[in-house]
């Protein structure tokens, strides 16, 4: 059976089938506007995050087009390479290349770093139709002779404005150098700074623009609370918010990887299953973490921003946000883990005083204001659609003193669905205290 909607885009029947198999009954606004041009071989611009379905708009058309003339894989020599910032991003890339080329005779490989080159250069060798890399590794094996790209048709840029914070600016300019002049290129950005457009306009021919504000992607979907506590009160915040067991598959979100660690560390000694992952966990460590987390052996996942960037989960219920970002951008995409592919969910931040004006950011860049958890238990009386203009007279009243008092009584007041503010729960046990203080 063939899905009808994703048929009037264009799509061959193979991957009409396995679209099938994978439930989706309808394209998404990304896929809608990008599939039909990227099938016709226009280069594109698409500005757009996690959770749109961007991926199956850039991977569909690039297997439909390559099945349409069925050439061999040729040794080291890719027709379609997808450049992503993070190992996992690239390996998730790879897993939808499978997935939606199920059907399709049609080889791919996925190369990163930080685990060993030989069966990435094995897989090169032999030949592959798709490539999937990021930057640092892909340039190693061309200098080294194992990867050509002068016989490239297609290249993909996912989540540019990522790789150009994670420094691969030069990386990419490099290896545009070695394209043919007379390709397809998709670049894809969840924000379009000044040095995105630069690069899109070096890289796009005449490029059709798609543009998925992420407003309407996730901030209408997501409930958003902020609570107001001091940066030392966050561990027990925490803790409290944690005991609402309706939190049953949370991403943590830190600065640091330093904060991750320690927030994971507090989170296990008071039985809370959590595990962090950050760039200076091993390959190996990610992805177990990853697994246990995907499978429901840890219930939270503490992640910096750079990690977490395209980790594809479903049923996140929560996003914690235990130290604001200070990229608003960063805020929109923190939470864009939850509330995924048309579900809803939750996102609970934590600003200190001396968050105050990335929040002011947030709300500028979200044109909203979150709802202050303080006035609104968030686990009690979570509302369907949170109202806007919770906060009465606005930041203004947000003295930090009073709100760091207020929030520990709301706090542990707070939890599970029975919460009933004319009987406060007791205080977190002594035992969780003293590890929090530890
Ligand atoms: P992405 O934005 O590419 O990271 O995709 C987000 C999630 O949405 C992934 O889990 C996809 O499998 C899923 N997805 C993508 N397109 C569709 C669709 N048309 N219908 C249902 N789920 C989809």
Redesign the pocket.
């Known amino acids: 059976m063939t899905n009808s909607n994703?048929a009037e885009l264009g799509l061959g029947n193979e991957l009409l089938n396995a679209?099938h198999k994978?439930?989706?009954?309808?394209?998404?606004p990304?896929?809608s506007q990008a599939i039909p041009p990227l099938l016709e071989g226009r280069d594109l611009l698409g500005v757009?995050?996690?959770?749109?379905?961007?991926?199956?708009?850039f991977v569909l058309p690039i297997l439909q087009r390559l099945s349409a003339k069925p050439t061999k894989a040729v040794s080291r020599r890719p027709q379609a390479l997808i450049l992503a910032p993070t190992r996992e991003l690239a390996i998730?890339i790879g897993e939808?290349v499978a997935?939606y080329g199920q059907n399709l005779h049609l080889r791919h490989a996925v190369i990163f770093g930080g685990v060993g080159q030989g069966p990435q250069i094995q897989k090169s060798v032999r030949g592959v139709h798709v490539l999937v890399a990021t930057p640092g590794r892909l340039l190693d094996l061309v200098r080294n002779g194992h990867i050509y790209l002068d016989k490239l048709e297609t290249l993909v840029l996912d989540e540019a404005d990522r790789m150009l914070d994670m420094g691969f600016i030069h990386d990419i300019r490099k290896i545009i150098a070695l394209l043919p002049e007379k390709r397809q290129s998709v670049l894809l950005s969840a924000t379009m700074p000044r040095d995105i457009e630069r690069l899109a306009r070096n890289l796009l021919s005449d490029p059709i623009k798609v543009e998925i504000s992420p407003k309407a992607v996730t901030v209408e979907r997501i409930e958003q609370f902020v609570y107001f506590p001091n940066s030392v009160d966050k561990f027990s915040l925490m803790l409290t918010v944690l005991e609402d067991k309706a939190l049953s598959r949370v991403i943590v979100f830190t600065r640091t990887k330093h904060r991750a660690n320690r927030v994971a560390e507090v989170l296990t000694k008071n039985d809370v299953t959590a595990e962090a992952i950050h760039g200076n966990k091993s390959q190996g460590a990610r992805q177990k973490a990853l697994k246990n987390f995907r499978d429901g052996k840890t219930r939270v996942l503490v992640a910096t921003d750079i990690a977490a960037r395209?980790i594809?989960i479903?049923g996140i219920s929560h996003v914690i946000n235990f130290e604001l970002p200070n990229e608003p951008e960063s805020y929109v995409h923190r939470i864009g883990r939850t509330a995924?592919?048309?579900t809803e969910g939750v996102a609970i931040s934590f600003c200190a005083p001396d968050e105050r004006p990335y929040l002011r950011d947030i709300e500028n860049l979200i044109k909203r204001p979150l709802v202050d958890a303080e006035h609104r238990p968030f686990m009690a009386t979570i509302p369907k659609k949170p109202k806007t203009g919770q906060r009465g007279a606005g930041n203004t009243s947000r003295k930090p003193k009073r709100h760091a008092g207020k929030h520990r009584g709301a706090a542990s007041q707070g939890g599970g669905k029975s919460f009933d503010p004319a009987k406060p729960r007791p205080r977190p046990a002594r035992r969780r205290r003293s590890a929090v203080a530890a």
């Open positions: 994703f679209l994978e439930n989706y009954e309808s394209p998404t990304i896929q757009a995050q996690t959770g749109t379905g961007k991926t199956a708009a998730q939808a997935t395209g594809d479903d995924r592919a048309g």
